[in-house]
């Protein structure tokens, strides 16, 4: 299975890895759908561009409205939510229309939802069963027609044990549940996120996109990426504006990067393949395609850049070889 077989408009979404496949096929069979979504995963690995699919593939004709309940205060995540009415407390000079009607007809994006307070809860509930909010001083129900979903990056289950979230909301609100894995464990995404960062940061300053160094694309395959991919991003735009040639090298990436490979290179139990009798050092934990690469690209660089030598010694094809290294972004 392959992503043209998709029908949906998927495009924000970068990665070939079969965990993002699947991620996009549950998009695919539910966003057509009326169904509240949780979306699960580590802070930086797209929750909210998986909740824009959803909301661009719903058919919906009302706009996305997003929500982060951990970045407004609890005294006025209420009134954001629902509004109020002129006079409905001391500085409500106007009647401030909030985000469930501003999202009628359409998806209602509730980010951190664990980090809502309890005393707020039970009035979210109230909405989810009768599609219906009161602003904050006002005499009558207002219907509203919104899809909710939802994003969490803690373990609400956890939360709904300790006492900080209610369970029947959570119920209500997970009626599909789609989990983002880390960045880490999906090391085939790692290529066309860079190549999707550099055409879009490199854009600001070259209109040609620059090519990634050997070395550089083993380093940025072996981060473990704690920041998924949010902080791929940012490194990545953070060397679009160091490059002053068309190759990202090592040197463009950040010192972090360097000093996780220099830790790396002093691990003393290492794998070691030998090449015209000379060590190249794997560190473990790297994948064998990764180690496959970083063969490759050595052999290569012992020849000089000479690819005809570099395949004869390889034992392979020099056909073989410029697929291997097109591939490798060399």
Known sequence: ?????????????????????????????????????LISGETGTGKGVVARALHKNSGRSGEMVSVNCAAIPDALLESELFGYEKGAFTSADAR??????????GTLFLDEISEMPLSLQPKLLHAIETNEIERIGGEKSIPVDVRILTATNRDILQA????FFREDIYYR????????????????????????????????????????????????????????VRELENVIERAAYLIDGQTLLLEHLPEK???????????????????????????????LEVASEMFVCHTLARFDGNRTETAASLGISLRTLQRKLKKYGV
């Open 257 to 287: 990067l360097r000093t996780y490979q220099n830790r790396l290179v002093d691990i003393p139990e290492r794998s070691s393949l030998s090449e015209n009798g000379q060590n190249l050092d794997i560190p473990l934990g790297v994948t």
């Open 96 to 105: 401030h229309i909030g985000k469930f009607e501003r999202a009628h007809q």
């Open 160 to 163: 709904v044990r300790d006492g």
């Open 1 to 37: 299975m392959a992503r043209n077989t998709l029908r949906g408009d998927y495009g924000e979404i970068i990665g070939d890895s079969p965990q993002m496949f699947e991620v996009l096929q549950q998009i695919e069979c539910f966003a057509a759908t009326p169904m509240r979504v």
């Open 173 to 228: 609100l997970e009626v599909v549940s789609i989990s983002l894995p880390p960045l880490a464990g999906r090391q085939a995404d790692i290529e066309p996120l860079v190549a999707h960062f550099l055409k879009k940061h490199r854009g600001s300053y070259e209109s040609e996109v620059p090519q990634v160094a050997p070395s550089a694309w083993v380093l940025l395959k072996s981060y473990p990426w704690p920041g998924n």
